[in-house]
């Protein structure tokens, strides 16, 4: 994608790409359960959800990138948050921020956004548990719950027009 594309332009064509796996792993796990799937629908689903765990870190990478420069320095995350924190966007607030942790840990796994999001249950991101199986990928963050990626790209969205 060229470097001239809008931060808008970008999610909403993250956002296609990501329906396309999305729709992949629900056909997978719609058609039969676990036990009876085959190992090319085992590596479909591995790698479909690889490609949603991936997006939601390129998708939020890019967000904090392009929209950095309404911040002097420091943390953005926190910094948006506490803006639209003052503004009484509260809700949009716990969303940035639920989706600040969900691509942090989706990024460098077990720390301090893993215990944050243990502590404080949230229906925008679902645990896995430590435990990994063959049948899904090892993260701990479970992307292919409905809406999870639209929902980070809502918010994205939302959180691009408030700073603009």
Sequence with gaps: MAAS????????????QAKTHQTRIDQILATNDANSRSAEEVDALQSAT?????????AFSLFEARMQHHFKRGPF???LTARLRE?????????VHQYYLAANV???????????LLKTPTPLVT????????????SLIDVTTGG??????????AATHFLE
């Design 50 to 58: 690889k490609a949603l765990e991936t997006a939601t870190i390129d």
């Design 87 to 95: 503004a009484g966007e509260t809700k949009l607030a716990d969303q």
């Design 148 to 157: 999870f990626f639209d929902g980070l790209c809502a918010t994205i969205i």
């Design 77 to 79: 995350s926190r910094k």
């Design 106 to 116: 989706l990024k460098h796994g077990k720390g301090a956004s893993h215990r944050e």
């Design 127 to 138: 645990l896995r548990s430590d435990e990994p199986d063959a049948e899904t990928p090892t």
């Design 5 to 16: 594309e809008s931060l808008l332009d970008l999610i909403n064509a993250a956002q296609e």
